[in-house]
């Protein structure tokens, strides 16, 4: 099949619109990178507690902690989204429902923000518990021995050391937050790959579109995991085997 590609589609305008379908890509990249961002740092820090916790003495805690991660991690992400975009909002009272649906800015960021955040704290909670678990038993009695309390137990001596075995597969994670903040356009988010169903839908060049999106995902990918791996070697003991 014979195809004229038309790259310069992108400094195109659409219909009585005042912004090229360039602009409207770098504008949906600008979501997608704001989305990936805030809603990673938010799970790194959830997970990071959730995980801990299911590794502690305290019972109830344990507890807790097993069924957020039970739920939020098998629940899947766009029911999840539905939810938090649909749902929540009315079942607060009525002023809160409102201000979630009306006078919030951007309610669909904040939502997708929220909901990719419990279902990638889930996931992240499980590799909290497993990089702790894998420490050697006998530092956690070391540790307590030298009348570290439990705090610090975990703040100096475990979690240093669970950080740099879990640290692989967080760049995985973070690169799995990067792609699944594409289930946002489904609450209306405009993020990249919803811009570039627009701009399929205005202009009819629908391989330049999501050709121009997919190389936008691979750059920002291939930059995650540049940098993530430049803070796992910075994390690497020297002398240590893996």
């Not at 809603?39 to 902690?65: H, M, N, Q, Y």
């Not at 703040?155 to 594409?182: D, G, H, W, Y």
Request: charged residues 10%.
């Amino acid at each position: 099949m014979d195809y004229n590609w038309n790259w310069s589609v992108f400094w195109d305008f659409a219909p009585g619109e005042t912004s090229s379908y360039l602009h409207w890509l770098v504008t949906g990249t600008s979501w997608t990178l704001a989305t990936t961002l805030v809603a990673f740092i938010l799970a790194l820090l959830i997970g990071g507690l959730v995980g801990t916790l299911r590794t502690s003495t305290l019972r109830p805690l344990v507890w807790l902690c097993n069924l957020y991660t039970e739920v939020f991690r098998n629940i899947p992400l766009l029911v999840q989204m539905f939810i938090c975009f649909f749902v929540v909002p009315e079942l607060l009272p009525v002023s809160m429902g409102d201000y979630l649906k009306q006078d919030l800015p951007y309610p669909s960021f904040f939502s997708a923000v929220v909901a990719l955040t419990l279902f990638t704290s889930a996931k992240l909670s499980e590799l909290f518990k497993a990089g702790i678990e894998s420490v050697a038993a006998g530092q956690r009695g070391a540790a307590l021995a030298l009348g570290l309390r439990p705090t610090q137990m975990y703040l100096q001596v475990l979690l240093p050391q669970a950080i740099r075995v879990v640290f692989p597969p967080l760049t995985s994670e973070a690169l799995n937050t990067l792609k699944n903040s594409s289930v946002a356009l489904t609450i209306g988010l405009m993020e990249l790959t919803a811009q570039a169903r627009n701009v399929s839908e205005y202009s009819f060049n629908t391989f330049e579109a999501f050709t121009a999106a997919t190389v936008i995902y691979v750059v920002i990918s291939l930059l995650v995991t540049f940098v993530m791996g430049h803070i796992e070697r910075s994390l690497a003991i020297r002398g240590a085997t893996r």
